[in-house]
């Protein structure tokens, strides 16, 4: 409930997709067309694509768009304004892809709609006698109690840098990556979420609910992760350290979404403390090394040496 983007180029906010001859996909902004090749400028760095292999462009646009035909090369476009530190623009959209693909205790049962909730009878009000003046008196005195909100979250960006004062760690950010708030508001667990525009790529750091030692919360997890994703398959599993704290890495495959995915979890012992970091990218597209590089630099850079 993935990563050469180290470079200092930002992500364009909003990706058209590129579906090439042999099924493959490809997201970014074509800024250039020049000798039958379009120039793309993606999450990581610029890719020229010959327009032979190229089925359709499939611009990021309102719904009802039309899809570009490969056959005829689009004017230079600028490059989109980087991305900000906001959450993507359609926050249903996002809370609920993260939930299915995320398992942060990690994973809850959906939340409910306004339509499931009108759907409830309505209480039979014919029968009751009317209230007296005490009654209403007394229930105009005692107003429900409010609930207890938790302190918001500090942390800041700088750069390349992602620090959290409240549960004191920085790690390394990509520069295609964005804060996704609404994945963090719908997993209970989640500390931070983050990446790229699209959610081709996801980066979450939660906290585990658990007095469970290491090696026995790491199973829980993972054990999540097979119930998730259609065709799990585990990859490898090791024990490491990550920020000079013992950790269990575990790296998987398996199918969410209409998507197969690459993923690398991470449990990590901190004093009695249980972290996770979760990090997982499309694994059909040709970027998936160069995803799972910046996704394994992300966490190698864990650092808990931050206080509040």
Not at 181 to 188: T, Y
Request: charged share 20%; aromatic share 6%; hydrophobic share 40%.
């Amino acid at each position: 409930m993935a990563l050469a983007i180290a470079t200092c180029i930002a992500a364009p906010s909003f990706a058209d997709e590129i579906r090439l001859k042999d099924g493959k996909k490809l997201y970014g902004v074509i800024v250039a067309y020049e000798d039958n090749m379009f120039k793309v400028k993606t999450d990581y760095g610029y890719v020229l694509v010959e327009k032979d292999k190229i089925a359709a462009i499939v611009p990021n646009s309102p719904a009802g768009s039309e899809s570009k035909s490969g056959s005829q090369p689009p004017k230079s476009e600028p490059a989109a304004t980087p991305a900000t530190n906001n959450a993507a623009a359609t926050p249903a959209a996002t809370e609920t892809s993260a939930k299915t693909k995320i398992p942060n205790a990690n994973v809850r049962p959906a939340i409910p709609t306004a339509s499931a909730t009108t759907s409830a009878p309505a209480p039979n009000v014919k029968s009751a006698a009317p209230a007296t003046a005490t009654e209403l008196s007394t229930t105009a005195a005692a107003p429900a109690p409010p609930k207890d909100e938790p302190p918001p979250v500090k942390e800041e960006i700088q750069g390349n840098q992602y620090t959290n004062f409240t549960h004191g760690f920085k790690m390394y950010k990509a520069p295609s990556w964005a804060l996704i708030e609404d994945a963090r508001k719908a997993l209970p667990n989640a500390i931070v979420a983050m990446g790229t525009s699209n959610e081709s790529t996801l980066m979450v750091i939660g906290e585990e609910k658990t007095k469970e030692p290491l090696e026995t919360a790491a199973a829980s997890v993972e054990k999540r992760l097979r119930e998730i994703y259609v065709n799990y398959r585990l990859i490898s599993q090791k024990k490491t350290t990550v920020g000079g704290m013992p950790a269990v890495e575990y790296k998987y495959r398996g199918m969410a979404d209409d998507h197969d995915w690459s993923g690398t979890l991470v449990v990590i012992g901190r004093g009695k403390d249980i972290l996770t970091a979760l990090g997982m990218t499309f694994a059909e597209s040709d970027l998936i090394q160069i995803q799972e590089n910046v996704i394994s630099r992300s966490i190698s850079s864990l650092d808990f040496t931050v206080h509040n």
